[in-house]
């Protein structure tokens, strides 16, 4: 299993952004962005971004240059190269075929039906109803994998949200690891990658905040330390939904970047500036000492309760 090397020569603080290549930029990641850069900034830290593409089939040719493209017109800066998620696969299956044969997680060839009908109904979707945890499929090879999960709570404490605590096998179920297509999921790309990377902050969108526990559970079985979580407010449309590059949201143009970046930054009720700013540079000099993270709205006062497209 690959490991860090040397984790006590780390830097304090390494934050990252990591947009999903669905589709270009819209105000609702720039806004996750500017609170993630904004954060690494004020902290002295540095900053990577990881494209999120481990999921082939939703990604759109030509969007990962174009994100980063849209972010080098607003003035971020990044450390060393972006990581791409579709260059580690192979490690991602490798730490999956270590969990099955550790007996912490199993193959399940349940159709999403099967669950939806059998399971019961929990706060993120159906729980998985235990059927091939109790009795495994024979064909292995492009099955399901799903993670065992028991009834202890997780608890952490987000910088942002404050106490969370999620009893997994009751709030969650059994969670999917490798989909039916083969794919490494989301939960397990994030957690191997946030390792890979040495991320020590993970500031981003609170559609996330959920999906926190099961990585921190993947974290304690895998040995992996667990970076500092703050999950912050999300932008919704007209209709309460979670703006969505799939949905083909507005993208935010670089072309004029300064107002969006205003905009998003007082999105996140932080301090207006006391005289113009005029350029991207003017602006992060800016953000990087006046960034407050105890005036950040309630990130739960506009949490979707329904799954979110990482599910
Ligand atoms: N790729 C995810 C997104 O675009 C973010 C994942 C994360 O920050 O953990 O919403």
């Known amino acids: 299993m690959p490991d860090r090397a040397d984790d006590s020569a780390g830097p304090i603080y390494v934050g990252r952004f990591a947009p999903s290549p669905t589709g270009l930029l819209h105000f609702g990641s ?64 490798e730490i999956i075929g270590k969990l099955v044969s550790d007996g912490l997680a199993f193959y399940c060839d349940c159709s999403r039906k099967d669950v939806l009908a059998a399971g019961r109904k929990g706060p993120q979707g159906p729980i998985y109803p235990g059927t091939c945890r109790k009795m495994p499929p024979q064909e292995e090879r492009r099955l399901t994998v799903r993670l065992k999960t028991d009834q202890a709570s997780i608890k952490f404490s987000d910088r942002f949200v404050g106490q969370v605590c999620q009893n997994l096998a009751f709030d969650v179920g059994d969670y999917v690891i490798r989909r039916s297509d ?9 957690v191997v990658d946030d390792h890979l990377d040495r991320i020590t902050h993970v500031v981003r ?4 905040l959920h999906s926190t526990p099961r990585q921190i559970h993947l974290q304690t079985l895998l040995g992996y330390g667990r970076p500092a ?46 005289s113009p700013i005029g350029t991207t540079d003017e602006f992060w000099t800016f953000a990087a000492t006046n960034w407050n993270t105890t005036s950040l709205p309630d990130p739960e006062d506009n949490l979707l309760d329904n799954q979110t497209e990482q599910d």
């Open 30 to 93: 720039l806004v996750a962005a500017v609170g993630s850069y904004a954060d690494a900034l004020h902290q002295d830290g540095t900053w990577q971004v990881r494209i999120d593409d481990i999921d082939e089939t939703r990604a759109v040719p030509g969007a990962a240059e174009a994100i980063l493209h849209q972010l080098e017109g607003f003035g971020f800066s990044w450390h060393g190269e972006p990581a791409y998620q579709t260059q580690r696969k192979s490690i991602y299956q």
């Open 205 to 208: 969108g609170a559609d996330l």
């Open 229 to 274: 979580y703050g999950h912050l407010p999300i932008v919704l449309d007209d209709q309460g939904r979670k703006l969505s590059k799939q949905d083909k949201a507005r993208p935010v143009s670089a072309n004029a970047p300064v107002p969006s970046l205003l905009a998003a930054w007082e999105f996140l009720n932080q301090p207006a500036p006391d």
């Open 182 to 190: 083969g794919f490494a999921a989301y939960q397990l790309a994030v």
